[in-house]
């Protein structure tokens, strides 16, 4: 059995994956893909699938396109000690660097939660810090809307006797066009085509795990949210306003659904998925969510790929 089909049997007996690793969401963002896996005795005590790219003979390790956090995921034995955690975390995450083919260039975002700076620089990583917002989903609608900012709560009361929102999962494309217009205004690309985003989509949809949210005012779409969730968490994945339209509370009131979406079906975090951007920060912050640093990691042993990064 071939380490991939291992893993799809992995990910099939453990729920608890995230999103972003699971076997199914691999195949629909990685042409070329392949699973580190370690074990603590019989069991599997880790695992980290990555995907394969070469640019001009330059081995590359990133993240796939939408696909915020990568890395390992650990899996803990459930009577080991608070105590040895750390350790374990630390054993089990080297091994896995060791089990993976070598890469001259690294550019990866890691799961929240993960603090291991000390083990990435002494293998050769450069660490950066980013940051994402978490909503706790356990206090119930009340506390977690009475957390909002004031006028977000405000614009929230407004838009529901204005817009009508539902999932339409047939207005992706509308989506991607938006968020053209968006960053074309900002002189910056989508990195990622219509067909790569609707397959992505298209592999959410056959495992039940998203839902397109579009805000309308009489028959004019306002907004567009992408909503996608594993076992227990929700993430905002992707959205965009209308251009051609002005109203400013439609995102804010699209973002609210998807909390309470999230919390209708029983998950413990909502993640704005980070940003930052200090507009877009600023926006998420006032959900009244819990900033959560997590880390990226980099290297670049190439001459020829800094060469390229020096020259765009």
């Known amino acids: 059995m071939s380490n991939k089909e291992t893993y799809k049997s992995i990910c099939e007996q453990n729920t608890g994956i995230p999103l972003f690793l699971q076997y199914w969401w691999m195949e629909a963002v990685c042409r070329e893909w392949d699973v580190a896996i370690v074990y603590n005795g019989d069991r599997v005590s880790g695992i980290w699938p990555y995907a394969i790219e070469s640019k001009g003979g330059v081995s590359i390790r990133r993240s796939a396109f939408l696909t915020p956090y990568s890395g390992p995921h650990i899996f803990f034995p459930q009577d080991l000690k608070e105590s040895k955690r750390d350790n ?9 660097l060791d089990k993976m083919p070598e890469a001259k260039v690294w550019h990866m975002g890691l799961q929240p939660g993960l603090k291991q700076v000390g083990l990435f620089k002494a293998k050769g ?4 810090v980013k940051q994402t917002f978490l909503v706790d989903l356990h206090h119930g609608i009340d506390t977690v809307f009475a957390k909002l900012n004031e006028d977000y709560r405000r614009n929230i009361r407004k838009a529901d006797a204005e817009l009508k929102i539902a999932d339409e999962p047939q207005m992706l494309g509308k989506l991607y066009e938006f968020q053209k217009a968006t960053l074309n205004n900002k002189d910056l690309q989508v990195y990622y085509s219509l067909e790569q985003m609707q397959a ?7 495992n039940d795990s998203t839902a397109l949210w579009v805000a309308k005012k009489d028959a004019a779409i306002q907004a567009i949210v992408w909503e996608v969730w594993d076992d227990e968490r929700a993430y905002y994945l992707a959205g965009a306003k209308n251009p051609a339209e002005k109203d ?7 973002l609210w659904h998807a909390i309470k979406d999230a919390m209708h079906r029983d998950k413990k975090i909502f993640d704005f998925e980070g940003s930052m951007d200090p507009g877009v920060e600023k926006f998420f912050r006032n959900f009244g969510g819990t900033r959560e640093l997590y880390l990226s990691i980099l290297k670049n ?4 790929w800094k060469m390229k990064t020096l020259f765009n």
């Open 88 to 96: 374990f975390e630390h054993e089990t995450i080297t091994a896995l």
């Open 125 to 128: 990583f450069e660490v950066q």
């Open 200 to 206: 992505v989509f298209d592999a959410c949809k056959a």
């Open 248 to 254: 400013n509370r439609a995102m804010t009131a699209l």
């Open 301 to 304: 042993d190439s001459l020829l």
